[in-house]
């Protein structure tokens, strides 16, 4: 967890000191954080003198306290996670325990004695830690990725003879698992399991991986085996929690970062407001991404090393795109240094981009977060973060590439038109001073639940004892698996429990990677080319026919839309437009599963079923935002049963607050829109993955009523968390409104980009009014 930075006066001779100085209309807070000196331990005596060799080559004489405290855990048989800065040596601290029993358990002629199973989010990341450990020259250390790239006939090999196999939880659902019995010999020996940048699996991909590690767990107990996890992660809140619910068993966590780091200087930077009018006649701010390229085109003016940061692949190329244009004109040789990194590259090159940034031959790179999977850079001298990345944990990870040999740093924060970044300019305590997030997801959620029983089943048949492991809600679901006939108990067999019986494969009933439910593939028209693909849910409000759909950073209009056949057909085009939809949605409350009242209010979260149907779509100039047409559309209704969170005020208390029934659906609307805008500083999510509806009065409470419910099938444990922080989540959306300089609202107080109602109506004063008086009596802040 970064250290609350301390509030100090800008130094003279900082870097970028002259941009910051040129822009103090922009810069709305400055901050110093203050250097961290190294703290390092000695090396425990089981570490074999190899390994020490081996890192005293590379560089580390004696590790930091940190990497000691992780591997001492691990090499003492308990689950630990190690949750510390960028670039403070997380590698090592899983290496050096998992390499240790490799190397201890050694047979004759080098055979394998001890396995060792490293997973990451993604196969390049993957691929870089087997580099890494190639490069320490371990004697004849037997160490091999296994992915969709893996050649068949290489497959056998890694699996009899690789001591550390290298791979992703998607690989561990579709193939090793369900083919355990030819990992046996592996399986039997594993020893560790190192699950690597753990804080991406969250929402509903974090529940998928959760079941996927329960199944390996109860797979190796069947060899004997009974591995030791090791997790990383970017510093997170609650670090032992969230990898405890992963694994599925208790974690000790290490926090406290003992590597050195150099003072960085940090600024938040509002962009100016535009004289363009946006939705309903509201100010709108100039994009980050034209803010963060002149403040990149100023920074390489100035020799200073810059990574810019942005959200989309599209944003990357506008800042890349600017920052060069504006360069050439000073300097036409200036335009080649500074580049877009936009992922999906081979190794090669991006080991060449890393050569081109260390040398100084780049001076600036614009990327986005696929930079932190795959390109090994640190050591720069400023970054810029262009839009909140989403959470705290990706901020501090995208700035903590700043600083050199523990040199000074910039860290420049440049805010989007929206309530969450708009509130951390007014606020910067909360996104500098505050902990991080924390990483949440719902182990219980049924939709995840079910079809991972059904694979686990198919691995080995389901036990009593099993069922314990899974939670109370378990027995229900393995009913319900039996019902439909796919899983049947039975009681003489030889493990008497529940049986698979279908001759389908049971890990293909669920892709972990899919946010649940099913989806709809959108292809090229002409070539019939598979683009990509959407959730089903979300098909009819952004690839409904005649939808400006962006993908991949590339614009689209979708043609037409068949939902029998789930698939859109699109073609490239500019036009001078995007669209929205309009929807109509209804919820109803199926189950309360906790409320708490405040004074005359009350909050509440449980299960609720929202109904919802897109029923045309807006047409806005590009340009200005102006509405220019509405067409109508025939879509059928679609459900969605999953969580919410939901405050309710009786009609009196509406009344005392001064709210008009006239203003009362706009002030709703607005606090709805609020509220889902600020969640996403409370827990790890976007404010694409939920939704809400606010009603003036809604027939299952009598009262009042806003609702804020997870976008999945079953939940995601967002709303969740929304219920258990519910007093500091809507004090800052009061906060976020009430403080915004803007006459009748905007985008950067209640505004939506997402709305299916036009953004209308929406009262500020009113939903001001309406927060007030549902936190009068709420518990104190603390
Ligand atoms: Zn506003
Ligand atoms: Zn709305």
């Known amino acids: 967890m970064p250290v609350p930075p301390v509030v100090a006066p800008v130094q003279p001779g900082s870097v970028g000191e002259r941009v910051l100085a040129r822009a103090e209309d922009r810069v709305t807070h400055r901050q110093v954080l203050p250097d961290r000196p190294a703290r390092t331990r000695a090396w425990p005596d089981w570490v074999p003198a190899e390994l020490r060799t081996a890192y005293a080559a590379r560089g580390v004489a004696t590790p930091w306290a940190h990497q000691v405290e992780t591997m001492e855990i691990a090499h003492g048989g308990e689950h630990v996670v190690v949750a510390t800065g960028t670039a403070s040596g997380k590698s090592l601290a899983y290496q050096v325990p998992a390499l240790t029993a490799v190397l201890d358990a050694r047979r004759p002629r080098d055979r394998r004695g001890a396995g060792v199973l490293y997973l990451a989010p993604t196969k390049a990341l993957a691929q870089d830690q087997l580099a890494g450990l190639h490069g320490l020259g371990v004697r004849a250390l037997a160490a091999a990725t296994y992915d969709g790239d893996t050649p068949r006939e290489s497959r056998a090999w890694v699996r009899d003879h690789a001591e550390v196999v290298l791979t992703n939880p998607d690989m561990l659902h579709r193939s090793l698992l369900p083919g355990h019995e030819a990992w046996s010999r592996f399986l039997g020996v594993l020893r560790y399991v190192v699950v690597d940048e753990c ?195 990706a901020f501090w990870q995208q700035v903590g590439r700043a600083g050199r040999g523990g040199q000074r740093a910039l860290g420049v924060f440049v805010g989007r038109d929206d309530p969450l970044d708009t509130y951390l300019l007014a606020h910067p305590e909360a996104l500098l001073g505050a902990p991080v997030e924390a990483t949440v997801f719902d182990v219980e959620n049924p939709y995840v639940l079910g079809p991972h029983l059904c694979a686990a089943a198919q691995e080995a048949p389901l036990t009593d004892d099993d069922l314990d492991a899974y939670g109370p809600t378990a027995r229900d679901a393995v009913d319900a698996l039996v019902g439909a006939g796919l899983l049947r108990r039975r009681e003489l067999a030889k493990r008497p429990g529940w049986y698979w019986t279908d001759r389908r494969r049971a890990a293909d009933l669920t892709d972990i990677r899919s946010a649940g439910g099913a989806e709809v593939r959108l292809l090229e028209a002409g070539t ?45 085009d500019e036009p001078p437009h995007t669209t929205s939809a309009r929807e109509v949605t209804d919820i109803r409350v199926l189950d309360v599963r906790e409320q708490v009242r405040w004074g005359a209010a009350t909050v509440a979260t449980g299960r609720v079923r929202v109904t919802s149907q897109v029923v045309g779509y807006l047409v806005r100039d590009l340009a200005s935002g102006a509405v220019v ?117 905007c985008p950067s107080c209640v505004q939506s980009p997402k709305c299916g109602n036009g953004n209308h109506p929406l009262d500020k004063a009113a939903a001001v009014a309406a927060l007030d008086a549902l936190l009068e009596q709420a518990p104190p802040r603390v």
């Open 199 to 393: 804080h991406h699996y969250r929402g509903v991909f974090g529940a998928h991986v959760a079941h996927v590690l329960r199944r390996l767990r109860r797979v190796c107990r069947l060899y004997g085996a009974d591995p030791t996890f090791v997790l990383a992660s970017a510093t997170v809140s609650e670090p032992a929690v969230s990898a405890g619910r992963l694994v599925g068993a208790p974690v000790r966590a290490v926090t406290d970062d003992a590597s050195p780091r150099g003072p960085v200087d940090l600024a938040m930077w509002e962009p100016p407001v535009t004289p363009g009018l946006g939705a309903n006649g509201a100010p709108v701010r100039r994009p980050a991404g034209a803010e963060a390229a002149d403040v990149l085109t100023d920074l390489v003016l100035d020799g200073v090393r810059t990574l810019a940061f942005a959200r989309s692949r599209r944003g990357v190329e506008t800042i890349a795109l600017s920052a060069q244009r504006a360069l050439g004109e000073v300097d036409p040789t200036l335009r080649a240094r500074v580049a877009a990194y936009r992922g999906g590259y081979l190794p090669e090159e991006r080991r060449a981009l890393e050569q081109r940034l260390r040398s100084g031959d780049l001076l600036g790179l614009a990327a986005t977060n696929a930079l932190e999977l795959g390109i090994d850079i640190s050591g720069l001298d400023a970054v810029v973060v262009a839009g909140y990345p989403g959470t705290r944990a």
């Open 528 to 572: 019939g080319r598979v683009v990509g693909t959407v959730a089903a849910a979300a098909a009819h409000s952004q690839a409904h026919p005649g939808a400006v759909y962006l993908h991949a950073g590339e614009t689209w209009v979708v043609d037409e839309l068949d939902l029998d056949d789930g698939v859109a057909v699109m073609h490239r």
């Open 629 to 745: 047409a509405e067409h109508p559309l025939d879509l059928p209704p679609r459900e969605l049963e999953t969580t919410a969170v939901w405050w309710c005020l009786p009609a009196e208390v509406v009344e005392e607050a001064g709210i008009t029934p006239e203003a009362l659906p706009g002030a709703v609307h607005a606090a709805e829109h609020a509220s889902i805008g600020l969640l996403p500083l409370f827990a790890t999510c976007d404010r694409w993955d939920i939704g809400g509806v606010s009603t003036a009065l809604h027939p299952d409470t009598g009262m009042t009523t806003v609702f804020v419910h997870d976008g999945h099938p079953g939940g995601a444990g967002f709303a969740e968390r929304g219920y258990a922080v519910a007093a500091r989540w809507l004090r800052s959306t009061r906060e976020a409104i009430a403080q915004c300089p803007c006459p009748d609202g």
